[in-house]
């Protein structure tokens, strides 16, 4: 087919001069004005076709079908435009997949109306399915529609909807420098000036690591948008304030606003590897398997081969994580979190071990006395391992903790050591205290001797 509709309607009008009760001629004009959607035209060429033959059924039949298709394209319309009235976003959503069904069925028909094309693009849009309504864009663009306006405006909100801000802005420019009094380009055009100003401005100040005013200002970008389908570049800014909120340790936010990135964009794989590892960062039972869930959906969403290594090596720790993490943890028992750094893993363990210490506890009963002990027993051991750089790179990549003095010992292995081992618990503490400058002697190994005073 050469789809050359304006030369076979130029044709059909040339038979019906010769022969004004040639009925095909009149049903072929008829079919090509539908497919190029001029209903009404089409309606005028089916009646003139039943004035020589007022009793044909075929002809009947047709045009009462494009009547029903016309009607479908009214109510697609409508559909499009309540969606903006409406309160509830659920609504909204029903209207525009309403409105898409009957766009399908009129374009099964009306093949090159580009009028029901464009409202089938303002549609999928709605439903936030902006790739498929970029690409039917194109396709229009292809076919000569370069300079319409309206067309432009779907395509940016397009593009926004994609990431692609500094695309949309060059649609927008492109509508104003021949229509400079387009109101809705004009608006959208100052919306996504001033998101993209402020996004800067976020950008800044998590480079010069000031993540609490990041977050602030990426805060205020998110509001900025203009519509809750702004997906891909809404995503952006969540999985933007995510990050920041990571490098302050507010992995609950980070996790939260990393679940709202990727609702806007499923695809968006650097949102599920940083939610998967706040999630091991707090690293309770439930969240190691939630990172677990996140590096397995991974496995579907990246295609190179060295992507999909790091992932299993990822999916491989978090497993190991999820089998100790019903076990002693040493950053719990020191209450410090897992990327805890040097200062902060001695400060913990100064404050613990100061308010566990057996000397302190000389006022409590026996059953006080003997938990204390336990609890001192645990935070020494827990420091013993966590301040040292090669016990705590074992310990984290999951070597069992009877295996940690052990240089050959893999992820989950069992070699059997004897229970804690390493520095009596009090030695350490005496040496912890005159390395920090604090004095004192400490407890004998059998828990007598020198009393530690406690300034």
């Not at 100052?190 to 005013?213: M, P, T």
């Not at 939630?290 to 999916?315: F, H, P, W």
């Not at 002990?373 to 009877?402: C, P, T, W």
């Not at 992820?411 to 050591?417: I, V």
């Amino acid at each position: 087919m050469l789809l050359k509709y304006r030369e076979a309607i130029a044709d059909c009008d040339e038979a019906i001069t010769h022969d004004r009760a040639f009925i095909k001629a009149h049903s072929r004009k008829a079919k090509v004005l539908t497919t190029l959607g001029d209903i009404d035209g089409a309606i005028i060429a089916y009646g003139k076709g039943l004035i020589h033959d007022p009793n044909n059924a075929s002809i009947v039949k047709e045009k009462d079908d494009i009547i029903r298709i016309k009607n479908r394209f009214e109510l697609a319309k409508q559909c499009v435009i309540d969606c903006a009235s409406v309160a509830s976003s659920d609504k909204s959503k029903r209207k525009a997949r309403q409105a898409l069904a009957q766009i399908d069925l009129v374009l099964t028909t009306c093949t090159a109306w580009n009028d029901a094309i464009l409202l089938k693009i303002e549609a999928l849009s709605l439903l936030n399915r902006v790739d498929e309504a970029y690409a039917l864009s194109t396709k229009l663009i292809r076919l000569g529609m370069s300079s319409n306006s309206k067309l432009l405006f779907l395509r940016a909100k397009c593009l926004f909807a994609q990431g692609c801000l500094d695309d949309a802005m060059k649609h927008l420019r492109q509508i104003l420098s021949g229509d400079p009094d387009n109101k809705s380009a004009m608006m959208l055009m100052k919306a996504l000036r001033s998101v993209g100003r402020k996004k800067d401005e976020a950008d800044k100040a998590y480079k010069n690591r000031n993540f609490e005013n990041a977050i602030n200002l990426y805060t205020e970008a998110i509001e900025l948008c203009p519509d809750e389908n702004s997906g891909a570049y809404r995503a952006k800014l969540y999985f933007n304030r995510a990050t920041s909120n990571a490098n302050l340790r507010k992995h609950d936010q980070c996790v939260a606003d990393c679940t709202r990135a990727i609702k806007l964009d499923d695809g968006y794989t650097k949102a599920y590897l940083r939610r998967a590892a706040s999630y091991l960062v707090v690293g309770g039972v439930k969240d190691c398997e939630m990172a677990i869930r996140d590096y397995e959906c991974l496995g579907d969403k990246v295609n190179s081969d060295e992507q999909k290594r790091d992932i299993q090596t990822k999916l491989r720790a978090a497993k190991v994580q999820l089998k100790r993490a019903g076990r002693k943890d040493f950053y719990k028992i020191l209450g410090v979190a897992r990327d805890a750094d040097e200062s902060e893993i001695k400060k913990a363990y100064r404050k613990m071990a100061l308010k566990f210490h057996p000397d302190r506890q000389a006022s409590g009963t026996e059953e006080e006395k003997q938990k204390a002990e336990v609890i001192f027993r645990d935070v020494n051991h827990a420091y013993e391992v966590l301040s040292d750089q090669e016990k705590k790179r074992r310990y984290d990549s999951g070597v069992d903790e009877q295996d940690l003095d052990n240089p050959n010992a893999r992820p989950g292995g069992g070699h059997d050591h004897g229970g804690m081992g390493g520095i009596d618990p009090n030695v350490l503490f005496q040496m912890f205290m005159q390395q920090q400058g604090g004095g004192g002697g400490g407890r004998g190994g059998g828990g007598r001797g020198q009393s530690f005073h406690f300034g």
